[in-house]
């Protein structure tokens, strides 16, 4: 079954230091993978998504992802952290065919703090 | 602007009540999708549809009732609210094809008293 694990539920870092969230997913095919950021009181964004080829995908807002399918982890990291980037951050697999083709599988979320 | 769209943004209502949550998309997708999310951030999955076809029906009380008039539009009705409705709802909508990201609306709070 499908699955995605975000092991840290709350992550603090000091503006300007660098970010790594953790993903890792149970898939059993090639995973679409993605990562969504939530903004208080917002909808779900976007940041990047990974279907295929190279192995580093890049996002919007200087974000990053790599996909390791070895250790079935999907990170997040950005290199310095700017106060808004403080949210709420969502990865998640989607289902690549069947009846639930398009459907996503989410993690519980890592809410992250940024102190000035 | 090209958007999913809900109307209402908030809903505070008494229990018992029945009320109605519409979703509008003019992204041209086939697909779209009602989540809940809970006060600890957890997105679940309740319905979706293709155009117009009832796809994913998890695990939801039969309170909840979803329509889609058209591929544009999912409504979600829901009867004899109770408290633990009390979240927030988004509607999102995606093209029904491999690996496609959905494209989120920006919720609903509905406050159950």
């Known amino acids: ?116 | 602007d090209t958007a999913v769209s809900q109307t209402p943004k908030y809903l505070v209502t008494q229990m018992g009540n029945d009320k109605s949550i519409k979703c509008e998309q003019n992204l041209g997708h086939d697909t779209m999708y009602w989540y809940k999310q809970d006060s600890k951030k957890f997105l679940k999955i309740m319905f979706s549809y293709n155009n117009k076809e009832l796809i994913i029906n998890e695990t939801v009380p039969n309170r909840f009732s979803p329509k889609s008039p058209d591929k544009a539009h999912l409504n979600l009705h829901i009867n004899s609210l109770e408290l633990g409705d009390s979240a927030v709802y988004f509607c999102a909508s995606s093209p029904r094809t491999r690996g496609n990201e959905q494209f989120f609306g920006p919720g609903t709070r509905l406050t159950v008293l």
């Open chain 1, 1 to 116: 079954a499908q699955s995605v694990t975000q092991p840290d539920i709350h992550i603090t870092v000091s503006e300007g230091a660098s970010l790594e969230l953790r993903c890792n997913y149970s898939y059993g095919a090639t995973p679409y993978l993605f990562w969504y950021v939530q903004s208080p009181g917002q909808g779900l964004q976007l940041l990047l998504k990974y279907f295929s080829g190279d192995t580093l995908v890049q996002g919007i807002k200087g974000f990053e992802a790599e996909f390791k399918r070895s250790q079935s982890s999907f990170n997040l990291r950005k290199p310095s952290v700017h106060w808004s980037d403080a949210a709420e951050y969502f990865c998640a697999v989607g289902a690549a065919g069947g009846s639930t083709l398009g459907r996503l599988y989410f993690g519980r979320g890592t809410q992250l703090t940024v102190w000035p």
